[in-house]
């Protein structure tokens, strides 16, 4: 099994074209962005991914952005998820992530909702890849594992940054939730949270070691179980972001970091992690 790294359009602050060059020079597999974006976007992007030979993850977020909108109904998360299939399905994506359903929702109806969407992508032909966000469905490991034992087939990328914020605690001691997600994972994003946020301020500081090192054991988690599953590829997006993840200096408002050096280092750190494990884990 090798694993393939994707840089993340968001939080980039050029066009598809450069993140396409910046990919390269890191000899990332790919990109990971959404279908949706201003006039000349999607040709763009697809220039870039062609120019340089690069696959494509899409993100898809339903009824709304990063937060869905409150009260949108199951309904409007499919034909939302529906329309964003079909905008990207000239691009031939290497598979789906999608942020879907509501936090807010009764865990049967987010059921109900995976269920009809897993079927959508059957329709269209296409993987997708539920993630463990907050504001969706599965916000927190609490959530996530009755959905995932009522729904065997469903597949999800693994954000486990956003359960560490929301929990309040690393996430060792939810291992049985770790371990069941690990079985349904395709995709990881490899962002570190802290017990309060989503994201350290550089998962190198010797501060945040700790940290760094709970999210590397879930990880090593989810390639064991995809080895055993017959992966001979795995996937990961260094996700460190914009919008209030990135800290920044009160007053000033300056970023303490630049995005890009953050997920270079994150990226290459687990790939030498990657490496060593894969010497003892396979």
Same mark, same amino acid.
């Given at each position: 099994?090798?694993?393939?790294?994707?840089?993340?359009?968001?939080?980039?602050?050029?066009?598809?074209?450069?993140?396409?060059?910046?990919? *390269?020079?890191?000899?990332?597999?790919?990109?990971?962005?959404?279908?949706?974006?201003?006039?000349?976007?999607?040709?763009?992007?697809?220039?870039?991914?062609?120019?340089?030979?690069?696959?494509? *993850?899409?993100?898809?977020?339903?009824?709304?952005?990063?937060?869905?909108?409150?009260?949108?109904?199951?309904?409007?998360?499919?034909?939302?998820?529906?329309?964003?299939?079909?905008?990207?399905?000239?691009?031939?994506?290497?598979?789906?992530?999608?942020?879907?359903?509501?936090?807010?929702?009764?865990?049967?109806?987010?059921?109900?909702?995976?269920?009809?969407?897993?079927?959508?992508?059957?329709?269209?032909?296409?993987?997708?890849?539920?993630?463990?966000?907050?504001?969706?469905?599965?916000?927190?490991?609490?959530?996530?594992?009755?959905?995932?034992?009522?729904?065997?087939?469903?597949?999800?990328?693994?954000?486990?940054?956003?359960?560490?914020?929301?929990?309040?605690?690393?996430?060792?001691?939810?291992?049985?939730?770790?371990?069941?997600?690990?079985?349904?994972?395709?995709?990881?994003?490899?962002?570190?949270?802290?017990?309060?946020?989503?994201?350290?301020?550089?998962?190198?500081?010797?501060?945040?070691?700790?940290?760094?090192?709970?999210?590397?054991?879930?990880?090593?988690?989810?390639?064991?179980?995809?080895?055993?599953?017959?992966?001979?590829?795995?996937?990961?997006?260094?996700?460190?972001?914009?919008?209030?993840?990135?800290?920044?200096?009160?007053?000033?408002?300056?970023?303490?970091?630049?995005?890009?050096?953050?997920?270079?280092?994150?990226?290459?750190?687990?790939?030498?992690?990657?490496?060593?494990?894969?010497?003892?884990?396979?």
């Amino acid at each position: 099994m090798n694993l393939m790294l994707f840089k993340t359009l968001w939080g980039h602050p050029g066009t598809p074209i450069s993140a396409a060059e910046l990919a *390269i020079d890191a000899h990332y597999s790919g990109l990971e962005a959404p279908a949706v974006g201003a006039q000349g976007y999607l040709e763009a992007l697809e220039y870039s991914l062609d120019q340089h030979g690069l696959e494509w *993850i899409q993100e898809i977020c339903t009824a709304g952005s990063y937060v869905p909108e409150r009260h949108a109904t199951v309904r409007d998360h499919l034909k939302d998820l529906e329309a964003q299939i079909v905008l990207g399905q000239n691009l031939n994506p290497r598979f789906i992530n999608v942020m879907g359903g509501c936090d807010a929702w009764p865990i049967q109806q987010s059921i109900a909702f995976f269920k009809d969407a897993m079927n959508l992508g059957e329709k269209y032909g296409v993987t997708l890849s539920f993630e463990t966000h907050r504001g969706r469905s599965m916000y927190c490991p609490w959530n996530t594992i009755p959905i995932l034992e009522a729904i065997p087939e469903m597949k999800i990328t693994c954000d486990f940054s956003h359960w560490v914020v929301v929990a309040e605690r690393l996430m060792d001691s939810e291992w049985d939730a770790i371990t069941l997600a690990a079985q349904h994972a395709h995709h990881i994003h490899s962002r570190v949270g802290y017990d309060q946020g989503p994201q350290v301020p550089h998962p190198g500081a010797p501060e945040y070691a700790a940290c760094l090192a709970s999210h590397q054991r879930c990880w090593e988690e989810i390639w064991r179980s995809q080895a055993e599953r017959g992966y001979t590829q795995t996937s990961m997006t260094p996700e460190f972001g914009p919008d209030g993840y990135l800290h920044h200096l009160p007053f000033t408002n300056a970023p303490i970091a630049d995005l890009w050096d953050l997920n270079r280092w994150i990226g290459e750190c687990e790939l030498a992690h990657f490496k060593n494990w894969s010497k003892g884990g396979l």
